[in-house]
């Protein structure tokens, strides 16, 4: 089992920051990836950010230039560096992580989400 537990969300004003950070931990070989998913009120889930095994990262155009993903190895932790928020950055931030682990069939993947972290901007 995997269990993946954000932190870091609240309620900021526009032009203010947030770091968001998510902790993998459970039985899993290898993180193959992690990514940072919000979801509005009325809005389906998005991709906010994605940073692979490899340190390959993408971003949703909404959020380039404003937004940083990282992550450190050894703490099986990825964070989110989010500034110049605006109000249209307000939602519920979920962190999704991708993981490979062994079978008696060989090496398989699953990906978990954590609860979810509520982030607000007032204009």
């Known amino acids: 089992q995997v269990q993946v537990v954000e932190s870091g969300g609240g309620l900021v004003q526009a032009g203010g920051s947030l770091r968001l950070s998510c902790a993998a931990s459970?039985?899993?070989?290898?993180?193959?990836?992690m990514g940072w998913f919000r979801q509005a009120p009325g809005k389906q889930r998005e991709l906010v950010a994605g940073i692979t095994a490899g340190v390959i990262t993408n971003y949703a155009d909404s959020v380039k230039g404003r937004f940083t993903i990282s992550k450190d190895n050894a703490k099986d932790t990825v964070y989110l560096q989010m500034n110049s928020l605006r109000p249209e950055d307000t939602a519920v931030y979920y962190c999704?992580?991708?993981?490979?682990?062994?079978?008696?069939?060989?090496?398989?993947?699953?990906?978990?989400w954590g609860q979810g972290t509520q982030v607000t901007v007032s204009s």
């Open positions: 459970g039985s899993f070989t290898s993180i193959k990836a």
């Open positions: 999704n992580t991708i993981v490979t682990y062994m079978t008696k069939w060989g090496p398989k993947e699953d990906d978990y």
